[in-house]
């Protein structure tokens, strides 16, 4: 049992293997959990008491850790002290700093990090080992394997989750078979009417055999029926990658999944990665936003993509974007773009608008957005593609004689949500007061945020979440830029005209071979506002961040190509996570767009970039506590009653501790149903109170007064009579009484059994014996004492 425990947790572990590399990890955490299985293995054959057994593997497994990683500040290298458990300490924050520094797989160079997964690791097999084998009981053993499962699982990418609880799945069942093969092979020979092989004894073979054809049949089918069933679309587990389109061809449909979860891990890092190697044939490389998809449904707290049908991917030319116009100056460009190797985006980062791509792979394609997504687990890494796009060139004059836009368009992107608060209404009213057209107003929003708004950029704030998100960004006037792009985009919905927010990179930064390194600070989110006869159109509200387009510049002429910005760019090697300040950046500079490039820490606009990995512990931990404390009166009931009712011995000296512990058992058992125990009473009169109490059948009364048959005859006989059959005597009781009682007392009786409570008198009777002990040691200690003074 030992051993299947400590491979059982192995396999478990391993769906922790994507999210470091290299993996070396694992045969460091399965040497030390070997260690520690070897201990307990030890301690049970030496017939230790439980909780000694426990102490021991918990002291051993702590020295182990010491040794491997607090050598130095340990008592002889490996007795750990005050020093050892502090550097245990800075190598948890280490680890966790690294944990939301670096994309998934992160690099194992971290102590922090090891120290993390082999230590996860060791207390997840102490207590599986401490539940399946100590306590005998493997089927709560599945609690801790299933929290460092879904731990695992929560923080991968979801690409191969399957394969990995297929694998834990397999070590739980294993655990599962190993313990029932142990139970059986102590019942001895099964009889049958079949003959023994030749040669041998049969044993348990059968019954095990159909153990492991019934649990694989479970298994089996807990795998295969997921499939059949029809999935729930928009829900927390459909991810955008896996199955967005339905059918064959061109329908399909892509759930509302809100990609700024799916690019958490790459944003929320410190070191600049290369994420995309671009090339292209543009004259303005500063104005090349490569766009991964739009968010166009606000709910108050933030914007996702709205639920929308997909298609297959246009063979040639993608139709033109909606509301561009034929007098509106467009020049097409080429560009091609190569994906990092880590890089796994489930939408496809292009310039907007797309009239072509050439790609391979499963894509689709999405109109209203015009934005290709992975289908079934398709994904961008390692890719090189081409797109064609249209460099779309509007006046300011052109924008500001925009017509009314279409009703049924204006209805749907200038929908608000009632929980909005109304102090966002009104600061887009008082920003744009004097403005007479949707344009003047679009440009007034923009230089609010930009320039004249005292607005800070800052990517460790902590603006707040839910609906009050964006009038906490409003009232502190600090943040990124998916605040400032959805603030703009909800005060320009307030003011009638209709609004989304891009999600993608700004320009990157051109290199020596005439190619443009796009890295993870360039991670971006702008709004797009529309105005009729020019489409979907580009603004920038964040200040210091990618290029103001040139149709919001005062005194720009009309028809010229848009001035060159800088593009976003690391200003030094080493990241800085200082926050930016206001006296560092003039209005002025920030128009000019010459501040200091920040990284963006984060995408998601709720606090502190998503919940870190002690955060995604803690709470399953305490989850697993909050299902498993409850639980724990019944699990002990349980115990007790499998111990008492397995206790059967082949002897006639074992005969006598099973009687006695099976008439132990029905007493508890009626008392669990409200009949308590009365020692003062002899067997036969407390079995005549539980028959008249419990009202009883005729079965289950005569299997009462046989239970307390045997108990007199091994109390008070020379020569106890034999019985058979106790042990089914006590079930059929446990079932009459269960019959007789309201709903309410069985359920009782099942979850928070009365009889529990002998847990606590046998703790208090062993503290009162400890004392009893000490104190009468004392006066012996103090002789010894003072002979030695």
């Given amino acids: 049992m030992a051993l299947w425990a400590w491979a059982a947790t192995l396999m478990a572990a391993c769906a922790l293997l994507p999210l470091v590399d290299p993996a070396f990890w694992i045969l460091e955490a399965a040497i030390l959990l070997a260690i520690l299985s070897g201990v307990g293995a030890g301690a049970r054959r030496l017939a230790l008491p439980r909780p000694l057994i426990i102490a021991a593997q918990v002291l051993v497994g702590l020295m ?14 490996l007795v750990p002290g005050p020093e050892a458990f502090r550097h245990f300490g800075e190598l948890l924050r280490q680890g966790g700093d690294d944990i939301a520094r670096y994309a998934i797989p992160a690099p194992l160079g971290s102590d922090g990090i090891r120290l993390m997964l082999v230590g996860g690791v060791l207390v997840i097999g102490l207590l599986v080992d401490t539940l399946a084998v100590t306590f005998r009981s493997a089927a709560p053993a599945g609690l801790p394997l299933l929290a460092l499962y879904s731990v695992a699982a929560g923080l991968s990418d979801g690409g191969a989750d399957w394969l990995w609880f297929l ?21 001895g020979r099964v009889f049958g009417g079949a003959p023994p092989l030749a040669g041998g004894d049969r044993g348990a073979v059968a019954p095990v055999r159909t153990g492991r054809r019934i649990g694989a049949l479970a298994l089996g089918v807990a795998l295969v029926v997921p499939l059949a069933l029809p999935a729930l679309d928009g829900g927390l587990l459909d991810g955008a990658g896996t199955g967005v389109g339905s059918g064959t061809g061109g329908g399909g449909t ?35 936003y490569l766009r991964i998809v739009s968010l166009d449904d606000f709910d108050g707290s933030t914007w996702k993509p709205s639920k929308r049908n997909i298609t297959a ?6 139709p033109a974007p909606a509301g561009l116009g034929p007098d509106i100056m467009r020049v097409e460009t080429e560009t091609t773009i190569s994906a990092a190797d880590w890089y796994a985006q489930d939408w496809l980062p292009m310039p907007y608008p797309p009239s072509g791509v050439r790609i391979g792979g499963n894509w689709r394609y999405e109109p209203v957005g015009m934005t290709l997504v992975g289908d079934h687990g398709q994904n961008t890494r390692g890719l090189t593609y081409e797109v064609r796009s249209l460099d779309v060139r509007p006046t300011a004059k052109q924008l500001d004689a925009a017509p009314r836009p279409p009703e049924a368009l204006r209805r749907e992107y200038t929908e608000l949500p009632d929980s909005l608060p109304p102090v966002v209404a009104q600061t887009a009213r008082d920003v744009t007061e004097g403005a007479t057209t949707a344009y003047e107003r679009a440009v007034a929003l923009q230089e609010y945020f930009a320039i004249t708004g005292g607005f800070e950029y800052d990517t460790q704030v902590q603006v707040g979440s839910g609906s009050q998100a964006i009038a906490t960004f409003l009232r502190d006037k600090q943040g990124f830029c998916v605040h400032f792009s959805f603030a703009m985009a909800a005060m320009a919905r307030s003011l009638d005209i209709p609004a989304r927010v891009a999600v993608g990179f700004a320009p990157g930064s051109p290199q020596a071979d005439g190619s443009v390194s796009v890295g993870l600070r360039d991670a971006h989110a702008w709004p797009e506002l529309y105005f009729e006869g020019v489409g979907w159109t580009r603004f920038e509200p964040t200040p210091t961040r990618g290029s103001v387009p040139s149709y919001t510049v005062e005194n720009t002429p009309g028809d010229a190509v848009p001035d060159p910005a800088l593009p976003s760019r690391a200003a030094t090697p080493e990241p800085s996570a200082a926050p930016s300040t206001s006296e ?3 209005p002025q500079q920030r128009k000019l767009d010459a501040c200091p490039s920040e990284s963006a820490a984060a995408v998601p606009v709720t606090e502190g970039g998503g919940p870190r990995w002690y955060a995604v512990l803690g709470w399953s931990l305490g989850g697993l506590a909050v299902l498993v404390l409850p639980l724990l009166p019944m699990l002990w009931r349980m115990r007790i009653r499998a111990v008492r009712l397995g206790a059967h011995g082949r002897s006639e000296a074992d005969a006598v501790p099973h009687v006695l512990a099976v008439w132990e058992e029905l007493t508890d058992t009626a008392w669990d149903f409200g009949i308590p125990p009365q020692g003062s009473q002899t067997p036969r009169r407390a079995a005549d109170r539980i028959v008249r109490l419990g009202r009883l059948d005729a079965a289950a009364a005569a299997g009462v007064h046989r239970v307390a048959d045997a108990v007199e005859q091994v109390l008070y006989a020379p020569r106890p009579r034999p019985a058979a059959g106790l042990t089914e005597d006590v079930r059929r009781v446990n079932a009459g009484l269960r019959a007789t009682v309201s709903r309410r007392t069985a359920l009782r009786a099942r979850f928070a059994p009365r009889s529990a409570v002998r847990v606590v008198w046998a703790a208090a009777a062993r503290w009162a014996a400890l004392k009893r002990r000490v104190s009468a040691a004392r006066p012996t200690l103090r002789k010894a004492s003072e002979q030695q003074g």
Wanted: charged share 20%; hydrophobic share 45%.
């Fill in 254 to 288: 892509i759930s509302a999944v809100n990609p700024l979860v799916s690019l958490r891990d790459s944003l929320n890092v410190d070191e600049d990665r290369e994420v995309l190697s671009v090339r292209s044939d543009s004259t303005d490389p500063s104005g090349l």
């Fill in 167 to 187: 694998v834990a799945a397999a070590g739980y069942l294993m655990l599962l078979l190993a313990e029932g093969r142990e139970r059986l092979s102590q019942w």
């Fill in 584 to 586: 560092s950046c003039s």
């Fill in 313 to 318: 991917v246009p063979g040639g030319t993608f």
């Fill in 64 to 77: 182990l850790l010491t040794l491997d990683f607090a050598r130095q500040q340990a008592l002889a290298g």
